[in-house]
């Protein structure tokens, strides 16, 4: 349901069809991160949409990789401290041209609490999933 709800709404509501993902190399997380991408596949595949790659954090690409790979969605599958260095990774790079989404985790959002919680991340989010179950909220830091 978690995969469905985030492709579904990525594709049909911003038109997204080229999905990256990428996890965390938390061994907490372990079991969630190797599970995740398998129900991603799945519901990626069911889209007629591509997948462009799986990544961990350890293994990032450079901004040139990212622009081969052109994805205009990525998928973080992981904890709040690694989306917040993958977000600053993300910020750090030339990407605005790029028009990417970046979806994270429902274990995010919901560590986070309120939305204004969120503010953390910054550009270049534009939307923020809570991917379990298809609630999803602007984030106001790049409103």
């Known amino acids: 349901m978690q995969a469905r709800s985030a492709i ?9 069809r080229k999905f990256l993902i990428i996890t965390d190399d938390d061994p907490f997380d372990a079991p ?13 595949t069911e889209e007629h949409a591509e997948l462009k790659g799986v ?3 350890a293994s990032l ?12 969605c990525i998928l973080y599958i992981g904890g709040a401290g690694e989306a917040q260095v993958l ?25 986070r609490g309120r939305d204004a919680d969120l503010a953390v991340f910054g550009a270049p989010l534009t939307e923020v999933a809570v ?11 790049a409103s």
């Open 131 to 141: 991917q379990r179950d298809a609630s999803f909220r602007r984030n106001s830091a």
């Open 61 to 72: 690409p450079s901004e040139a990789d990212l622009r081969k790979l052109d994805p205009d």
């Open 8 to 16: 579904l709404f990525a594709s049909r509501t911003y038109n997204r």
């Open 87 to 111: 977000q600053s990774v993300l910020s750090s790079m030339n990407l605005n041209d790029m028009h990417l989404m970046v979806m994270l985790s429902d274990s995010v959002v919901e560590s």
């Open 55 to 57: 990544r961990d954090m």
């Open 32 to 44: 969630y991160t190797k599970k995740m991408p398998e129900a991603y596949h799945v519901e990626i």
